[in-house]
């Protein structure tokens, strides 16, 4: 069986629906339409850099609020591992688990050193393609900075039209 190819920029995003931290499903298509989605896949509740990522979309989420963006982060853990690392760590936005990673291969998010579930974000236009993919399994804390910037040029381009 050969793998989906990756998700590139341009693409469409593939809607999905994953159970978030409460166990209610959440679709991505309902989240498109108002404004930008950051999805953000991440690989372990409370791993030193996975809680660096988090908190970090946690600081900027109210600029996010602000750009109209919604964000959402996804890992293979699951609802229940996401309710707690969501308390504790005060993350105001959805976790979703994907447990057994259909959405991850959806995707084609790649693994680190074959291993690692990678740690990538795609921000999706409010028409639902995917405009922009940032990877770095090393520098987890550059996600939410990148997402923001980007949203907001999105936003700015988006007046011009």
Do not use: W
Not at 23 to 30: A, E, I, K, S, T
Not at 84 to 106: C, E, I, M, N
Not at 136 to 142: C, E, I, M, R
């Amino acid at each position: 069986m050969s793998a989906r190819p990756r998700v590139k920029v341009g693409d469409p995003a593939p809607d999905f629906t994953l159970p978030d931290a409460q166990g209610r499903p959440v679709r991505l298509h309902d989240h498109i339409g108002s404004g930008c989605v950051v999805l953000f896949f991440y690989p372990k509740d409370g791993s030193m850099g996975c809680t660096r990522q988090a908190c970090s979309f946690r600081d900027g989420h109210e600029a996010f609020a602000d750009a109209g963006a919604t964000v959402l982060g996804i890992s293979s853990d699951a609802s229940e591992s996401h309710a707690t690392f969501a308390q504790r760590h005060l993350l105001p936005f959805t976790l979703l688990s994907d447990r057994g990673g259909k959405v991850r291969r959806l995707f084609g998010v790649p693994r680190t050193f074959g291993l690692l579930p990678g740690r990538t974000t795609y921000i999706i236009d409010r028409h639902g393609v995917v405009r922009h993919i940032f990877d770095s399994q090393f520098h987890p804390t550059a996600h939410a900075d990148e997402a923001l910037r980007l949203v907001r040029k999105l936003n700015d381009d988006a007046h011009l039209e």
